[in-house]
């Protein structure tokens, strides 16, 4: 049995077998620390026990402007994120689980239908398929065909990352976006703690260096993803936090966008952003990312590569953005500074969260 196989077996085992819910975690790694959205918790409040009681992820990946959108959750369990996406994103999306795990998928096939009734969306707009994230041509997962990926606690499962990055940058269409938490680490795992399937299953042994992360992107043609949240994992487990010693871990919400245009670095354009309004349950701002949270009616100066993750995405049409890339400034210095208003490009000014 090969290493990767070895990883799939062990990891079908955990959540299928050794964990019935969520109570059964030895650590805290696979929770949410992240607070809810008001409009997340009413949806929550909808989706049955049995579902909400084999959740096992560790953030809350779930971006504004999904409307219609077609959305891809990798390692879906039994369709927490699954349900509570298609509510959000409308009866126009088309919102695909997947997962290797057969018990996993079991809950969430059963509750298939009255999950949708309940939550008053077609039955259509979701679809669970069995699948290794490594692979998801096998799944039917085609080029070029998925506004925005997300996956809970994960990708650290994964026998190998890159090839899951790889798959992900394949499926997503130009412009599209990916929006995940996950457990990353302060260095590299010992291959000790790699191999150790407890560690492993609670999503320590597999969380990727932050740095070999940013290594991994680069490499598939996304230099710049941005950390929306970062909360540190405390070791409550005596026995695990003898193993695991000096490392630091942290459950993380990152996005990153499939766009050529991004540098490696923030450089300065002279280019300013306005958030015009328009997305759902999200009158007064939107955030962008830890250092980004743009008001509604009020410019901020952006680098180009903010910019463009704001004009070459779904973002567009909400954003309006002055200037361009024809005249260089060099290294962006004021991520977030706000410097200039909507009267003094001219406009008749605009109200602030």
Not at 28 to 38: S, W
Not at 177 to 191: C, H, K
């Amino acid at each position: 049995m090969s290493s990767a196989e070895t990883i799939h077996k062990n990891v079908q085992q955990y959540y299928g077998e050794t964990l019935s819910t969520n109570a059964d975690l030895q650590t805290t790694a696979c929770c949410v620390p992240d607070a809810i959205p008001k409009q997340h918790k009413e949806i929550l409040a909808k989706i049955h026990d049995d579902i909400l009681s084999k959740f096992y992820g560790c953030g809350s990946p779930l971006p504004a402007a999904l409307d219609g959108c077609t959305i891809l959750d990798l390692g879906c369990g039994t369709g927490r994120d699954v349900f509570l996406a298609a509510a959000l994103a409308g009866p126009e999306s088309h919102v695909i689980g997947i997962d290797m795990t057969d018990e996993q998928l079991e809950v969430a096939r059963r509750h298939h239908k009255p999950q949708c009734a309940a939550l008053g969306i077609p039955a259509s707009t979701v679809e669970f398929r069995k699948g290794i994230i490594e692979d998801l041509a096998a799944s039917d997962i085609a080029d070029n065909s998925v506004d925005v990926v997300i996956s809970n606690c994960v990708i650290n499962l994964a026998s190998c990352k890159e090839t899951v990055f790889r798959e992900i940058f394949r499926v997503l269409k130009p412009g599209g976006e990916l929006y995940f938490s996950d457990v990353y680490a302060d260095r590299r795992i010992p291959q000790a703690l790699i191999d150790d399937p407890i560690l492993h299953g609670e999503c320590l042994g597999g969380a990727l260096y932050d740095e070999d992360f940013r290594r991994i992107l680069s490499r598939l043609g996304c230099p710049d993803s941005r950390v929306v949240s970062s909360s540190p994992i405390a070791m409550t487990n005596p026995a695990v936090e003898a193993l695991t010693g000096d490392i630091q871990f942290f459950s993380r919400t990152i996005r990153a966008f499939k766009l050529a245009s991004l540098e490696d670095r923030c450089e300065d354009f002279g280019q300013a952003a306005r958030y015009k309004g328009g997305i759902s349950n999200s009158p007064h701002g939107v955030e962008l990312d830890d250092h980004h949270y743009f008001c509604k009616g009020k410019f901020e100066l952006v680098c180009g590569n903010t910019a463009a993750m704001l004009q070459e995405t779904r973002f567009g049409p909400y954003f309006e953005i002055v200037g361009d890339h024809s005249t260089h400034y060099g290294i962006f210095g004021g991520c977030g500074e706000t410097i200039i208003t909507e009267a003094d490009l001219g406009g008749d000014g605009g109200g602030c969260c």
